[in-house]
């Protein structure tokens, strides 16, 4: 009996793919498409066990829907500009294009050996000219249409990598990457008007009824849009703001409890104040160089400047409100300026406790009594009834806001409005590793886009990438042209794109990427929306956002006719692994470490030395932690699929996986049990009648496995696979009369194309052994008969008078009167009614059997 070779198997099946061509997609429109997406990766120079996972997840989609008769696309492409390979062409005097193009070629290495059924003919990079230059054209359409534009506005600087960053790129008020402490700046910004697209962002999401509630729930709550009321607070007494003060506020109910008014630090009322006030404007600065986040921004401290300014409340004007500068308070959000009611809002309050303001309740809760509701270190935003609030005592929160909103209109001092968190996308990066900006500056006819018949703009090929900061500014000629309108001198932009630009249309692009145009139409119209999309959860707001936002712009284009990109969206789980320091605390690798069991416990020491470890936390695997896997050192342990199956099999998609060597050695364990068996079957076709009992295992088996992977449960669809193997064990083909040995042929015919999107590779070499039909990757998918995966038997419990009293085993779809029969005649359920009349029996069929006695 020959033993199974990873190691020869699965490039030799890898090959044999590949000369097939067998995973080419094909617009056959006589058959229903699926299109599998995982989220591409960024080329960091190898794979992760975490890689390993998302791309076997969709691999096992598009083989099972491969199977199942569709036309598939799955492609794959590589994220690829972006500040790390600027980085390390810094640290290493290396090209940055060089090192990403290494990078690539090594992990499509690495992804080819992990057997992925995919099109590679459609592979891109995102800083290939080819797909930037696309990316080019369709950016000016989109400023033909008014949807970018160009202003001036505060962005998040990073001193030492000198580029903008986004709000998600600073950590603890530092840049990501360089660790410096952000600076924020004004500088004339590119900026994509995603806010125009607000409302169909929020209420698209109700038709992504395949998304995970938690992923629309955090899109919905991004775009943030609110109803409330936008209204002016006049301004009393002198060096007041001119016009007065315009707010916006979802609470209007509450403005009997305001406290204050604040305003953001780059609020325009605040530079007039800076203007006058040293004090103030080094309190402004002191706040630019503060918390970047909003999540940030509520954790940290709150603090304020009191400008000594004062506005008029709305509904009294002898009652005057202290303007202060605020640090919580976003200039991105509404106008910049609220109105502060401490008791009914927790920011407020910690401000107004720190500051000595007044803190009185508006809103009392059910039970309360007015008289004695006091609110101390926690504010109360639950429901109540208004009171201390004039003409609107005694109505509830929601009628009072009506209330509010109609008679502030009343009196001309504003409106009710919808406003949105959602701020413009601002695409500008000042970095050379990315997208050029297609557009010329020019003295005399300002900004002036390049002509589509001069795209793709490129990077030099000389450019030098010796020291922080933008190349392409530093470039001596490169900028340097003449203006396409006038002929006269002009300069290139030197900003480049966001990559979230490049990220947010790759999956429209994969439809053809062969196209001279950006989008076949023709093609995407037949592949897309994506049927399913794969991916972190952490991608779940701004990345789907960006791309939500941009379909919807393409289509407004005419590039395209669906206005949502992904149909259906699933977010894996990561890969975990322990944590191991040695004493001085530096990090080890778990190839380095031996652990020895200790009755209970457990140790770890270096190997080598033998000196002593400290086994830390169970963490996601991460290069700075050093707690990673390389995939490679166990493909060439266990093979590939082995490795495949561990990361389906060990816990739901959706959750983490922790990596253990156990692990991995227990699929290698059930891929060889799996080989044994398909070895130890003899050839030819057995003439006659199938075993019944093992033939409905099988049909139940292909139902179980066919569910599991239609709704991501690929560890249930496996663990059906281990019951069922041993179940062949039970029946071997060694003795097995003729009826068994028929049944296992069925039954080891349906096992191989079951586990073929599991452990391809295994599969291909046990459909081989059987005597299968071409390669398995080219077999249908195995149907089973309904009637096949009912019970023979089903055990129904017996109650007595409500309570359980035992069960019967009776034939499935057994008639009542049958069923009473097996009841009365079991000698212990006749004990449990000793003594007793039995008055009736109630049969529900296949279900349940109830007696009523007394």
């Given at each position: 009996?020959?033993?199974?070779?990873?190691?020869?198997?699965?490039?030799?099946?890898r090959?044999?793919?590949?000369?097939?061509?067998?995973?080419?997609?094909?617009?056959?429109?006589?058959?229903?498409?699926?299109?599998?997406?995982?989220?591409?990766?960024?080329?960091?120079?190898?794979?992760?066990?975490?890689?390993?996972?998302?791309?076997?997840?969709?691999?096992?989609?598009a083989?099972?829907?491969?199977?199942?008769?569709?036309?598939?696309?799955?492609?794959?492409?590589?994220?690829?500009?972006?500040?790390?390979?600027?980085?390390?062409?810094?640290?290493?005097?290396?090209?940055?294009?060089?090192?990403?193009?290494?990078?690539?070629?090594?992990?499509?290495?690495e992804?080819?050996?992990?057997?992925?059924s995919?099109?590679?003919?459609?592979?891109?990079?995102?800083?290939?000219?080819?797909?930037?230059?696309?990316?080019?054209?369709?950016?000016?359409?989109?400023?033909?249409?008014?949807?970018?534009?160009?202003?001036?506005?505060?962005?998040?600087?990073d001193?030492?990598?000198?580029?903008?960053?986004?709000?998600?790129?600073?950590?603890?008020g530092?840049?990501?990457?360089?660790g410096?402490?952000?600076?924020?700046?004004?500088?004339?910004?590119?900026?994509?008007?995603?806010?125009?697209?607000?409302?169909?962002?929020?209420?698209?999401?109700?038709?992504?009824?395949?998304?995970?509630?938690?992923?629309?729930?955090?899109?919905?709550?991004?775009?943030?849009?609110?109803?409330?009321?936008?209204?002016?607070?006049?301004?009393?007494?002198?060096?007041?703001?001119?016009?007065?003060?315009?707010?916006y506020?979802?609470?209007?109910?509450?403005?009997?409890?305001?406290?204050?008014?604040?305003?953001?630090?780059?609020?325009?009322?605040?530079?007039?104040?800076?203007?006058?006030?040293?004090?103030?404007?080094?309190?402004?600065?002191?706040?630019?160089?503060?918390?970047?986040?909003?999540?940030?921004?509520?954790?940290?401290?709150?603090?304020?400047?009191?400008?000594?300014?004062?506005?008029?409340?709305?509904?009294?004007?002898?009652?005057?409100?202290?303007?202060?500068?605020?640090?919580?308070?976003?200039?991105?959000?509404?106008?910049?300026?609220?109105?502060?009611c401490?008791?009914?809002?927790?920011?407020?309050?910690?401000?107004?406790?720190?500051?000595?303001?007044?803190?009185?309740?508006?809103?009392?809760?059910?039970?309360?009594?007015?008289?004695?509701?006091?609110?101390?270190?926690?504010?109360?935003?639950?429901?109540g009834?208004i009171?201390?609030?004039?003409?609107?005592?005694?109505?509830?929160?929601?009628?009072?806001?009506a209330?509010?909103?109609?008679?502030?209109?009343?009196?001309?001092?504003?409106?009710?409005?919808?406003?949105?968190?959602?701020?413009?996308?601002?695409?500008?990066?000042?970095?050379?590793?990315?997208?050029?900006?297609?557009?010329?500056?020019?003295?005399?006819?300002?900004?002036?886009?390049?002509?589509?018949?001069?795209?793709?703009?490129?990077?030099?090929?000389?450019?030098?990438?010796?020291?922080?900061?933008?190349?392409?500014?530093r470039?001596?000629?490169?900028?340097?042209?003449t203006?396409?309108?006038?002929?006269g001198?002009?300069?290139?932009?030197?900003?480049?794109?966001?990559?979230?630009?490049?990220?947010?249309?790759?999956?429209?692009?994969?439809?053809?990427?062969?196209?001279?145009?950006?989008?076949?139409?023709?093609?995407?119209?037949?592949?897309?929306?994506?049927?399913?999309?794969?991916?972190?959860?952490?991608?779940?707001?701004?990345?789907?956002?960006?791309?939500?936002?941009?379909?919807?712009?393409?289509?407004?284009?005419?590039?395209?006719?669906?206005?949502?990109p992904?149909?259906?969206?699933f977010?894996?789980?990561?890969?975990?692994?322990?944590?191991?320091?040695?004493?001085?605390?530096?990090?080890?690798?778990?190839?380095?470490?031996?652990?020895?069991?200790?009755?209970?416990?457990?140790?770890?020491?270096?190997v080598?030395?033998?000196?002593?470890?400290?086994?830390?936390?169970?963490?996601?695997?991460?290069?700075?932690?050093?707690?990673?896997?390389?995939?490679e050192?166990?493909?060439?342990?266990?093979?590939?699929?082995?490795?495949?199956?561990?990361?389906?099999?060990?816990?739901?998609?959706?959750?983490?996986?922790?990596?253990?060597?156990?692990?991995?050695?227990?699929?290698?364990?059930?891929?060889?049990?799996?080989?044994?068996?398909?070895?130890?079957?003899?050839?030819?076709?057995v003439?006659?009648?199938?075993?019944?009992?093992?033939?409905?295992?099988?049909?139940?088996?292909?139902?179980?496995?066919?569910?599991?992977?239609?709704?991501?449960?690929?560890?249930?669809?496996?663990?059906?696979?281990?019951?069922?193997?041993?179940?062949?064990?039970?029946?071997?083909?060694?003795?097995?009369?003729?009826?068994?040995?028929?049944?296992?042929?069925?039954?080891?015919?349906?096992?191989?194309?079951?586990?073929?999107?599991?452990?391809?590779?295994?599969?291909?070499?046990?459909?081989?052994?059987?005597?299968?039909?071409?390669m398995?990757?080219?077999?249908?998918?195995?149907?089973?008969?309904p009637?096949?995966?009912?019970?023979a038997?089903?055990?129904?419990?017996?109650?007595?008078?409500?309570?359980?009293?035992?069960?019967?085993?009776?034939?499935?779809?057994?008639?009542?009167?049958?069923?009473?029969?097996?009841?009365?005649?079991?000698?212990?359920?006749?004990?449990?009614?000793e003594?007793?009349?039995?008055?009736?029996?109630?049969?529900?069929?296949?279900?349940?059997?109830?007696?009523?006695?007394?």
């Open positions: 009996m020959a033993r199974y070779n990873p190691k020869e198997t699965e490039p030799k099946w090959k044999a793919w590949t000369d097939a061509d067998a995973f080419k997609a094909v617009a056959d429109r006589s058959k229903p498409k699926y299109y599998v997406l995982e989220m591409f990766p960024y080329p960091s120079g190898r794979l992760h066990m975490g890689h390993v996972r998302n791309y076997s997840m969709g691999d096992v989609i083989r099972f829907k491969r199977a199942r008769g569709f036309s598939v696309l799955h492609p794959m492409g590589w994220d690829a500009f972006g500040l790390p390979a600027e980085n390390a062409a810094m640290e290493r005097g290396v090209d940055p294009k060089g090192w990403t193009y290494d990078n690539i070629a090594r992990m499509r290495d992804l080819k050996q992990l057997g992925l995919i099109d590679w003919s459609r592979e891109f990079a995102t800083c290939d000219v080819d797909y930037y230059g696309k990316q080019q054209a369709w950016f000016l359409d989109l400023l033909e249409r008014g949807l970018v534009y160009r202003k001036e506005s505060v962005v998040n600087w001193p030492v990598d000198q580029t903008v960053l986004a709000n998600e790129q600073v950590v603890d530092k840049g990501w990457r360089s410096a402490p952000v600076e924020k700046r004004k500088l004339n910004q590119w900026s994509m008007r995603i806010t125009d697209y607000a409302d169909q962002l929020t209420d698209d999401l109700k038709t992504l009824d395949r998304w995970p509630e938690k992923v629309r729930v955090m899109q919905e709550n991004w775009i943030g849009r609110s109803k409330g009321l936008k209204f002016r607070f006049r301004s009393a007494g002198d060096g007041g703001p001119a016009g007065g003060l315009e707010v506020t979802t609470r209007p109910d509450t403005l009997f409890g305001a406290s204050f008014v604040g305003i953001a630090a780059d609020h325009p009322l605040a530079a007039q104040v800076a203007a006058r006030d040293p004090k103030a404007a080094a309190f402004i600065e002191e706040c630019r160089r503060g918390a970047a986040t909003e999540a940030e921004i509520e954790t940290a401290e709150k603090k304020g400047y009191d400008t000594g300014l004062k506005v008029k409340h709305p509904f009294d004007p002898t009652w005057e409100l202290p303007v202060w500068i605020a640090n919580f308070i976003l200039m991105e959000y509404g106008t910049g300026a609220i109105f502060a401490p008791a009914h809002d927790q920011r407020d309050l910690d401000f107004c406790r720190k500051y000595g303001l007044p803190v009185k309740p508006v809103v009392l809760p059910p039970g309360e009594d007015p008289a004695t509701f006091e609110v101390g270190t926690e504010a109360y935003t639950g429901p009834t009171y201390n609030s004039r003409f609107l005592d005694g109505l509830d929160i929601e009628a009072a806001k209330e509010a909103i109609a008679r502030i209109e009343a009196q001309g001092d504003g409106d009710g409005a919808t406003v949105f968190r959602l701020r413009d996308w601002g695409v500008s990066r000042q970095r050379a590793w990315g997208c050029p900006i297609p557009v010329v500056h020019c003295p005399a006819c300002g900004v002036v886009p390049v002509p589509k018949d001069q795209l793709p703009v490129s990077h030099p090929a000389d450019i030098e990438f010796g020291k922080s900061g933008n190349a392409l500014e470039h001596p000629t490169w900028k340097h042209v203006c396409p309108k006038c002929g001198a002009a300069t290139r932009e030197t900003d480049t794109l966001d990559t979230f630009v490049d990220s947010s249309w790759y999956f429209a692009r994969f439809a053809n990427p062969h196209v001279p145009e950006p989008i076949s139409k023709e093609d995407a119209d037949y592949w897309l929306p994506v049927d399913q999309y794969i991916g972190g959860i952490e991608h779940a707001v701004l990345h789907l956002l960006y791309a939500r936002f941009i379909t919807k712009a393409l289509a407004d284009v005419g590039q395209l006719s669906v206005r949502e992904f149909a259906g969206l977010t894996q789980g990561m890969v975990t692994h322990e944590t191991y320091r040695r004493q001085n605390g530096e990090w080890v690798e778990p190839k380095d470490i031996e652990i020895v069991a200790e009755g209970n416990s457990r140790r770890a020491t270096l080598g030395s033998g000196e002593p470890v400290v086994i830390g936390d169970i963490e996601k695997m991460s290069k700075s932690k050093k707690n990673t896997v390389a995939p050192e166990i493909f060439e342990v266990y093979g590939v699929d082995a490795a495949r199956l561990f990361v389906l099999s060990d816990s739901p998609a959706e959750r983490d996986v922790q990596w253990t060597t156990g692990g991995v050695q227990g699929s290698w364990r059930f891929v060889n049990r799996v080989w044994d068996e398909f070895d130890s079957q003899p050839e030819g076709k003439d006659a009648e199938p075993d019944a009992e093992l033939r409905r295992a099988t049909h139940k088996l292909v139902k179980q496995v066919t569910e599991a992977i239609d709704t991501f449960r690929f560890n249930s669809g496996i663990a059906r696979l281990y019951e069922f193997l041993n179940l062949l064990k039970a029946n071997p083909a060694k003795g097995a009369s003729p009826a068994v040995l028929a049944a296992r042929q069925e039954a080891l015919s349906a096992f191989a194309r079951l586990v073929a999107p599991f452990t391809p590779h295994l599969a291909e070499e046990c459909w081989a052994r059987i005597g299968g039909e071409g398995v990757v080219q077999a249908p998918w195995p149907d089973f008969d009637a096949l995966t009912e019970d038997t089903k055990v129904l419990p017996v109650q007595v008078n409500g309570k359980r009293r035992g069960e019967i085993t009776a034939p499935a779809g057994a008639e009542p009167a049958d069923v009473e029969k097996l009841v009365l005649a079991d000698a212990d359920i006749a004990a449990k009614l003594g007793l009349t039995i008055r009736k029996i109630i049969v529900v069929k296949d279900r349940i059997v109830n007696i009523v006695a007394a």
